[in-house]
């Protein structure tokens, strides 16, 4: 394998990707100036500094359907979703709106004592349905844990995502029988084993793609640096799509980097892009734009989806600890459901019984997700032992076995049941 | 067709004959290509089987076990190198929380054998982070096997074992008992990977080790014979799952225990086997069981090595202290 790096720099010096120059000098600049040890009292200054400042300073996005759902060109991009039909624009919107009512009803169940914990996806339902339906079915997907929305597009039953936010395993479904691998919850691992089986789809001579989902917050993960580095030495066809949804739990994105996250790339000889993350359009053509640069042996990719957080970090979180109000509903302005909504509508590509039935589907989804984890069976207690080792262990073997007698000594008490 | 090797030697060969018969074997890490790995285990490997299957990677452990795993998950079978015992722990998190716990979190749907091999121990007189004996902190996780050859001919034959089980499994090599020759029968029918062998018969007290510290041990027999001792050296060859078995029935014949590593006592293999031997052999004992091993200090420098690691005369120490019970 030979590092493809010429066909990188000619990519990344077509100017998709921004430069690394005064731009980032300057949010440099803001983050760098007050340090890391900054007192709380003015913690909250430089994010409405930030704010303000993210207008003038920060770069511009691909971006194909503004926030009032007008189609704008883009000369790049256009071509990858040239042959996008109506029906394909509703089957994206169905895709947002089912998933946000799997979301919806999955943080009730919480609330209900149903599930231990859950991690919304609200607000990034753009940048997962659009570049989870630019994925092929032989790409293989590597999530966080809150790509419920890739999940969706994989074809993954979304009640099989609940079963370790109930708590009755770690992982509930086949990662082959779908590719997309199971949730992963340390930060940033899963760059890694996407970067490796990239370099085992290149090894095989398939033209298959591999895509790595991460935050901002990951992006600061070694591991996410390495996987960088594997990829581009190997030239592997992985693509990383960083879900930049500014928050961290309760750390702002400047808390993790000084220049804008798809600049990181340039560094390691890729290209890197920021695409609008609530356009579920631009998403879509930016990741194929990305993917078919995995296929042809042109190597990794940056993609930084700029989206926001709409919910808690996870139903554990409370975010009024650490923002206001006002940034959220700033970016309800820019919704993503909203905004395809608002351009099915304007271009006659929708009308008023296909959103109906819609809502109809959205209600028979939650009931049925529901019912499902409500019908979810505790695991039998030797769950604990069983696929610790695929070739077993005998301390496994003897700690079952003790454990079954202590467990039996209880019938035996309670009269031999 | 048995050949005397050094024990670097029959590693080679061991993982020559994996990428041999399985085109899913890989040798990843860092120099084990065109240098042939600084102990040169790998030597040749690359020149033979090209640089898509003897990957020299760049210098991130965590970046060659995750990426191994990525490519376990794949197909591939990954043997990869860690340099050092002390350069392993940037790798520590994958192997940990990923490498060990894969194959439970997918229900089993997902096996992971990879093999992670790692040169350890002190004796040559290294710098710091060059002489470590880690192996407790992984024998610490469930999902993982731990292994530790002492001679040539189970070094080749347990990387074989190795390399065919679906478990990851973390090669300890004895980088002290690299140029050791001993002979290999590439034809022989190896011994289960995971079981002790009595390596010399005894009746007054067992000794028990594993890697490096197997061949002190027989020097420790050889010396205590002509006191008139009659010790028993048990190779554990395993570190887990351990073969509790075999030290339990050495050990019911007799009545004496000493485990020897070059690990730190505390916390070390040498704790969880005195206690384990105690519950099972609690009438059989003539003595407590005694652990002979390293300090509770950061590995020293290398002008001091010969005063942490046990050597003969401690082993003695420690095999008198029991006997006088």
């Known amino acids: ?417 | 067709m048995a050949e005397k090797m050094a024990m670097a030697k029959a590693i080679n060969e061991s993982l020559r004959r994996a990428l041999e018969a399985d085109p899913k074997v890989l040798v990843m890490g860092e120099d084990v290509g065109k240098l042939g790995g600084v102990f040169r285990v790998t030597d040749g490997l690359q020149k033979d089987f090209g640089d898509s299957r003897v990957i020299d990677t760049p210098l991130a452990e965590s970046g060659i076990v995750g990426t191994a795993i990525g490519l376990a998950l794949r197909g591939y079978r990954p043997v990869v190198e860690i340099q050092f015992d002390g350069f392993v722990f940037p790798a520590y998190d994958q192997i940990v929380t990923q490498l060990a716990k894969m194959h439970a979190r997918s229900l089993g749907k997902v096996k992971m054998p990879v093999v992670v091999r790692i040169p350890y121990g002190g004796g040559i007189g290294a710098v710091e982070h060059h002489s470590e004996s880690p192996e407790a902190l992984f024998a610490h996780v469930a999902g993982l096997k731990i292994v530790s050859p002492s001679n040539a001919s189970d070094a080749y034959w347990m990387m074989q074992q190795a390399i065919q089980s679906d478990d990851p499994v973390i090669y300890f090599e004895p980088k002290r008992r690299y140029w050791d020759k001993a002979e290999v029968d590439v034809e022989a029918i190896p011994a289960p990977l995971h079981k002790a062998q009595v390596v010399r018969e005894g009746t007054d007290l067992t000794l028990a080790a594993y890697g490096p510290m197997v061949k002190l041990c027989q020097e420790v027999a050889a010396a205590a014979a002509e006191e008139g001792k009659s010790l028993e050296v048990l190779d554990l060859r395993s570190v887990s799952p351990l073969d509790f078995d075999a030290i339990q029935a050495s050990v019911e014949k007799t009545r004496r225990l000493v485990v020897v590593h070059e690990a730190p006592v505390f916390f070390g293999s040498g704790g969880e086997i005195a206690a384990r031997i105690t519950e099972r052999c609690f009438y059989h004992l003539e003595a407590p069981v005694l652990r002979v091993g390293g300090y509770h200090a950061p590995y020293p420098p290398a002008r001091l090595e010969e005063e942490y690691l046990p050597d003969l005369d401690r082993v003695l120490d420690a095999v008198d202290r029991s006997l006088a019970y």
């Open chain 1, 1 to 417: 394998m030979t590092v493809d790096s010429s066909a990188a720099r000619k990519r990344s010096a077509a100017g998709k990707a921004g430069t690394t120059g005064s731009k980032a000098d300057s949010a440099g600049t803001k983050s760098g100036a007050t340090g890391a040890k900054r007192t709380t009292s003015t913690t909250r200054a430089p994010r409405t500094a930030r704010a303000g400042a993210k207008k003038s300073t920060e770069p511009e996005l691909v971006q194909l359907l503004t926030p009032e759902g007008k189609r704008v060109k883009n000369a790049v991009y256009d071509s990858y979703v040239a042959g996008i039909t109506p029906e394909d624009l509703r089957g994206l919107y169905r895709d947002m709106v089912l998933t946000r009512r799997f979301d919806a009803e999955a943080t009730a169940l919480q609330r209900q004592g149903e599930l231990g914990l859950w991690a919304s996806l609200l607000g990034q339902e753009a940048a997962q349905i659009g570049s989870g339906r630019a994925t092929r079915e032989d790409d293989y997907v590597f999530p966080t844990y809150r790509e419920h929305g890739v999940a969706w597009c994989r074809g993954v039953d979304p009640t099989n995502l609940l079963g370790m936010f109930r708590g009755v395993n770690n992982g509930g479904w086949d990662p082959n029988s779908n590719n997309f691998h199971l949730y992963t919850i340390v930060i940033g691992s899963q760059t890694l084993h996407a970067t490796g089986y990239a370099m085992g789809v290149a090894k095989d001579g398939a033209d298959s793609a591999v895509i790595a989902y991460f935050g901002d917050g990951a992006s600061s993960q070694g591991d996410v640096a390495e996987s960088f580095t594997f990829s581009a030495v190997y030239n592997a066809p992985v693509v990383f799509f960083c879900q930049n949804n500014q928050w961290a739990i309760s750390e702002p994105t400047e808390k993790q980097t000084r220049v804008p996250l798809y600049q990181r790339a340039q560094g390691y000889g890729f290209p890197g892009v920021r695409v609008d993350g609530n356009d579920v359009l631009a998403c879509l053509a930016v990741t194929k734009w990305a993917l078919e640069r995995a296929r042809n042996g042109e190597g990794p990719t940056l993609v930084e989806a700029f989206t926001y957080r709409m919910g808690a970090h996870t139903t554990s979180d409370d975010p009024s600890r650490y923002r206001g109000d006002e940034e959220r509903q700033a970016w309800e302005a820019k919704d993503p459901i909203l905004r395809l909504r608002r351009h099915l509508e304007a271009s006659n590509h929708a009308d008023e019984g296909f959103f109906e039935e819609l809502e109809a589907e959205s209600e028979a989804l939650g009931k049925r997700v529901r019912e499902a984890v409500r019908a979810m069976p505790d695991p039998d207690h030797f769950a604990i032992f069983e696929n610790v080792y695929a070739d077993g262990h005998a301390l496994v073997d003897e700690e079952r076995a003790q454990f079954a007698a202590y467990q039996a000594s209880f019938a035996d008490a309670e009269g031999g049941h």
